[in-house]
């Protein structure tokens, strides 16, 4: 088996790294040295830790299971409650830490990087839109309410997905999930 | 006039820092420099960076104008109403930036340090209590569903705000706070 790239193995570092220890703190020789590469090949395949922090990004999305909003074989409303089961569960297997990559950066680097800042409002976009289509498909099929706009719906509840990722981290119980279930799930999203 | 003392000067500082820059990004010498103290002094004061970044939050949360959740003079909804948006003005005068320092340390450095973990799960708290209070006297006054549990609905407002402040950080416009405004007060918080 061939062995991975280099990039490759740079960008798991920084994405692991990213995570777990916040954007500032961790630094380009960290995650050099996670890697296993000198710190000077960094800059062969990245043109600054902000482009390391998109390509962390892009990594990190691929593993939240986005494909479930648009799987047909499900009822929309279902489909929304299976994503956000999914990203629960990881929270959970990780104690509550760690929280959302994309909160995370949002909450520490959108305000001091126009290009980190850039790639979370379009992920956050992206993201609204799949959760927007799921609900325009349940109000179709009356089991969400038609009163709702499903584009200013879904922006509510994935702002308040990651807030809910903000509160269980800060108490390290599972209490702001329930909340998110609860309200999101038997309030909002009924018919 | 007396000269403030050394302690309120970093404090200040402090806050200024965490606030702007985050708190892994804000050394203690960039924060006392800014105090325009010497460094050394800083351990006369505090114990720790934590110390200092739960002085922080205090005086954070002084400026957050919780008086008006209690104050008995609007009918309870309203005074929820005028708490977000008295914080959403903070946010838009800011032009978006810095967000709630509250969510800021949840999602930067709640993992890290049990100092300020604890101290953020404890302001939360005390911010959903709050908040539950005026929606129980609104559910006495008839004006939010009986069927709605005060607490759990308390704890998701304040979590949906958390992430509202998140996503209006990334997108640098105020979709965020609109779709909050809409979904808390026009679908939730109603008889």
């Known amino acids: 088996m061939a062995r991975r790239s280099m990039r490759a193995e740079i960008s798991d570092a920084a994405l692991e790294r990213f995570h777990t220890r916040g954007y500032s703190a961790a630094g380009v020789k960290d995650i050099t040295d996670a890697a296993g590469v000198p710190k000077g090949s960094f800059y062969n395949h990245f043109a ?4 390391m922090g998109v390509e ?5 999305a691929a593993t939240q299971r986005f494909a479930v909003l648009a799987d047909d ?16 569960a990881q ?9 959302c990559l994309y909160g995370n950066f949002a909450a520490e680097i959108a305000d001091h990087s126009e290009l980190i800042r850039a790639e979370l409002a379009a992920g956050f976009d992206e ?11 349940a109000q179709r099929a009356g ?12 922006r509510f509840i994935l702002n308040a997905w990651e807030g809910t990722l903000l509160g269980a ?15 999101v799930f038997e309030v909002l999203l009924t018919a």
Chains 1, 2 share one sequence.
């Open 169 to 183: 981290r800060a108490a390290r119980t599972g209490e702001s999930f329930d909340a998110f279930f609860q309200l």
């Open 91 to 99: 929270q959970e297997e990780r104690g509550y830490t760690r929280g």
């Open 127 to 137: 993201w609204v839109a799949g959760i927007a289509e799921a609900i325009i498909q």
């Open 56 to 60: 962390a990004l892009h990594r990190y």
């Open 143 to 154: 089991t969400v309410r038609a009163t709702l706009d499903p584009a200013v719906t879904a």
């Open 48 to 51: 600054s830790k902000e482009a």
């Open 73 to 88: 074989s499900l009822p929309p409303v279902e489909r929304i409650r299976r994503h956000f089961t999914f990203l629960r």
